[in-house]
């Protein structure tokens, strides 16, 4: 076992021990669960992101699609959340294949804008569509007795487990299209879209595949949100600045294209963020959003490629 696998088995083993050294601070537990559920929802996000440089924001629209399928399957039929949650990976995967037809022309800020319109308008329609959504009010997840059946419990221990469970998935799922015949032709797209076509890559397929899957994964981690908070409604589920904008600042700052790249950026915005509200909030409104910004700025100049490409720069020197 080499030193870079040694570190993610530690790491990994760190997870599974926490939520029972901090089992008195349920603040930690749920700033934990939901880094494990941010880092899953970039790890999806970056296989379009990432793989194809299709710079998506409204992935949040197939998060909110899957919290909304699962709940209303349960609410209306009683449908166990875990065939929720394949109901929804279902549904987000087809509303991304179907996003991916008018749109996979389209490259750069043309393509981003389309898919932040195509979040606006779900959560247009989850405002106005109260017989089914709730509208702005919101919906419930109805409770049920505590159990893995219903992915119900009395504490919010088990959600961090799940979520790594999720984690873990995604990131299997990114390491085998990576490393398969659809992550190279998605790397010669991304590299030059007409050259892919000239040596007889099907750029239009390649890209519906990669949106279908990414958008499956984030639709199955809108089930996860859903059964862990309960509660939510079109605004915060569909949020570009919530969701959308901040899973990709996750991979940007991590490190876009790249497997540890999710995981190394939420472990560390997902932290700094919760410090500098609980810190310097009191200060006066905006101060720690603006100190949140300031920082992101100063990563991306000092290395745009990411955190783990400025770690490999600081190791390199450290090793000459």
């Known amino acids: 076992m080499n030193r870079k696998s040694l570190i ?42 990432g793989l194809a440089n299709q710079i998506s924001l409204g992935h949040a629209a197939f998060f909110g699609l899957g919290a909304y399928t699962s709940t209303i399957l349960l609410i209306r039929f009683g449908l166990s959340p875990w065939l929720g949650l394949a109901a929804s990976g279902v549904v987000a995967g087809l509303a991304g294949a179907l996003l991916s037809l008018p749109t996979m022309r389209l490259k750069g800020h043309y393509f981003a804008l389309a898919t932040l319109a ?28 505590s159990g893995l059946a219903q992915m119900q419990f009395d504490s919010t221990r088990p959600y961090v487990y799940i979520m790594l469970a999720a984690l873990l998935v995604t990131t299997a799922v990114y390491w085998k299209i990576s490393s398969s015949r659809l992550g190279y032709a998605l790397r010669a797209v991304k590299a030059n879209v007409d050259s892919a076509e000239v040596i007889g890559i099907d750029t239009a397929r390649t890209k519906m595949l990669a949106a279908t899957i990414s958008a499956g994964l984030m639709g199955a981690c ?40 999710p995981i190394i950026g939420a472990c560390f915005l997902l932290p700094l963020e919760e410090l ?17 910004g300031l920082i992101l700025i100063a990563i991306i100049l000092i290395e745009p490629r990411g955190l783990q490409a400025l770690y490999a720069r600081i190791a390199l020197r450290l090793k000459s």
């Open 8 to 49: 993610w088995l530690l790491l990994l083993c760190a997870v599974c021990i926490a939520p029972w050294l901090i089992a008195a601070n349920g603040y930690l537990i749920r700033v934990l669960t939901l880094l494990l559920l941010f880092a899953a929802m970039a790890q999806a996000w970056n296989i379009v992101g």
């Open 118 to 145: 195509f979040g606006e308008v779900l959560r247009a329609v989850g405002n106005t569509w109260s017989s089914l959504t709730g509208g702005p009010s919101g919906i419930s997840v109805p409770m049920a007795s």
């Open 222 to 261: 809108g089930v996860l949100y859903a059964q862990f908070n309960f509660f939510f409604d079109p605004e915060s589920i569909f949020s570009l600045v919530g969701i959308s904008v901040r899973v990709a600042l996750i991979c940007i700052i991590g490190g876009i294209g790249t497997i540890s790249g």
């Open 276 to 292: 500098f509200n609980a810190t310097l909030s009191s200060h006066g409104a905006g101060i720690s959003q603006l100190a949140y």
